[in-house]
């Protein structure tokens, strides 16, 4: 996030954007290896402290390329079944083989002779266009995904792959299209494999919640570096949160959904910073003692210019939260409800019953802010949609009411880009979203998942794909509507009751 005090707030974009093609006379490039490039693009993200590794699993040393050559089958046979209904032909399996490498063996060379050079493809898996083969780093890849993300990550990486056999065969891997553009709807064709996999239409595979919360996990490892400028990046494959969208564009609207993307028209979110500008040399964090100030007036400045969109009850109006920044040593009250030292590390609520926003300033705060500052701000966010629930009459503390406070967060997000809402703000409230900060929030949500199952009770719970499907609801509704359709939709989405339940700490 950065300021935007002092300066023009900028024109909103519209998120349904057409992207022009772009011709290089030869098919989409890959990372120095002239093939269409995988999900695992750089190897200098795996160190991100970003990427959350739900844990690990013991495998066998081989137990990868195993998985991957069942999942092959598996997503070519789904792939025969659904091209002609795409694209009205045969889906022709692949004819040049499967290629686990390493550094003393790597792949044969895409579109010439010989060996390519393993540098060259290092951790990478990818499909080969003029070869017409798939080729995985078992050394140095795939092995550490099975470990860290589980078996089903690496269906997601062929079904990923083999996307890109799709525009082979369907001919759309000859330049007309950026490398974005692919790459996106790979990881769509993914997403639809996954949905058909879901409704039991595999019989290799079966996908748990916990898989796709894995493979979120994922997205954050193998997203592109922060600020990649999607358009004109020859290599780009999409941040983490433009990859998670494209994924569950698939998984919830299948290959139909997939094919729309030959159409240049789908939901992204352009993520390049001003050079020279103070977001750019602050990589788009605020320093630590800057970011809850300003969250917090923009966010009393949201909900205050947004309340008519979702009071329930004529007369009630938004009121300033009181803040409860508390350190875990001196302890924290909700009602007649008390908790100090450990069982107050970690902790953030809303408390009904002294109408008050909570949460552990000296060890949760710092440590979700090294995820990034709008990590940190979600964790105020969603403290404020709850807050707006009960103010309005909405049903609190289930579990729908915990994903529609996710996709209010996400409407609030959104007016950070649009400025829709920045525009009626004072200087010293207005807030801008930076690169990188989606993929903070996502960040976010798995790590206050893993609060959640350490403590019990905590302020996610369930799956972490259903809370970033509900933030994306209500972020993409909003920046392509508006903040009153957002928070519209997060409503319609959720069921709501003139009761409350009580949240507690």
Not at 325 to 332: E, N, S, T
């Amino acid at each position: 996030m950065t300021r935007t005090s002092g300066r023009a707030c900028a024109i909103a974009l519209a998120f349904l954007l057409v992207l022009g093609a772009c011709s290089s006379g030869g098919k989409s490039a890959a990372r120095g290896s002239g093939s269409s490039n995988s999900s695992s693009n750089d190897a200098a993200s795996t160190t991100d402290d970003n990427a959350a590794v739900p844990g690990k699993t013991t495998f066998g040393p081989d137990d990868d390329d195993a998985i991957i050559r069942k999942a092959v089958d598996d997503v070519q046979s789904f792939y025969e079944d659904q091209f002609p209904k795409l694209y009205g032909s045969d889906f022709a399996p692949l004819t040049g083989g499967l290629f686990p490498y390493g550094p003393d063996d790597p792949p044969p060379n895409c579109g010439g002779p010989g060996k390519s050079d393993y540098k060259q493809v290092a951790q990478n898996a990818f499909y080969c266009p003029a070869g017409d083969f798939m080729a995985w780093d078992t050394v140095n890849l795939t092995n550490d995904l099975l470990d860290n993300f589980g078996p089903y990550t690496l269906a997601i990486v062929v079904a990923h792959e083999l996307g890109h056999a799709i525009q082979a065969r369907h001919g759309i891997l000859d330049g007309r299209f950026i490398t974005f553009v692919t790459e996106q709807q790979a990881d769509c064709f993914a997403g639809a494999y996954t949905q058909h996999v879901q409704q039991g239409g595999s019989k290799a595979f079966k996908v748990t919640l916990t898989d796709l919360d894995n493979a979120i996990g994922g997205f954050l490892l193998i997203r592109d570096p922060v600020g990649t400028d999607t358009v004109n990046d020859t290599a780009a494959h999409g941040s983490a949160f433009q990859r998670i969208n494209a994924f569950e564009d698939g998984l919830q609207g299948g290959t139909a959904k997939c094919k729309t993307y030959e159409d240049q028209t789908f939901n992204f979110v352009p993520e390049v910073f001003d050079p020279g500008s103070v977001d750019f040399a602050q990589q788009g964090n605020l320093p630590f003692d800057e970011v809850e100030p300003l969250v917090i007036k923009n966010l009393e400045g949201f909900w205050t210019t947004a309340w008519n969109a979702v009071k329930r009850q004529a007369g009630t109006k938004w009121t300033p939260a009181t803040i409860n920044a508390f350190d875990p040593a001196q302890g924290v009250t909700c009602g007649n409800d008390t908790k100090k030292g450990n069982d107050a590390v970690g902790v953030a609520f809303y408390c009904v019953q002294d109408d008050t926003l909570n949460w552990d300033e000296k060890k949760l705060m710092p440590a979700v802010y090294k995820l990034g500052d709008l990590a940190e701000a979600v964790i105020v966010a969603n403290e404020y949609s709850e807050r707006a629930q009960n103010l309005a009459g909405l049903t609190i503390g289930t579990p729908d009411a915990r994903l529609q406070t996710d996709c209010f967060t996400g409407v609030w997000v959104a007016t950070t880009k649009t400025d829709e809402v920045n525009n009626k703000l004072p200087d010293d409230a207005k807030l801008q979203l930076s690169p990188g900060d989606l993929d903070e929030a996502v960040s976010a949500f798995l790590e206050l998942s893993k609060l959640s199952a350490q403590q019990g009770s905590g302020a996610v719970e369930g799956s972490v794909l259903l809370h970033v499907d509900a933030f994306r609801t209500g972020f993409f509704e909003t920046f392509n509507n508006g903040f009153a359709s957002g928070l519209r939709s997060c409503i319609n989405k959720s069921p709501s009751a003139s009761s409350s339940s009580s949240s507690s700490n």
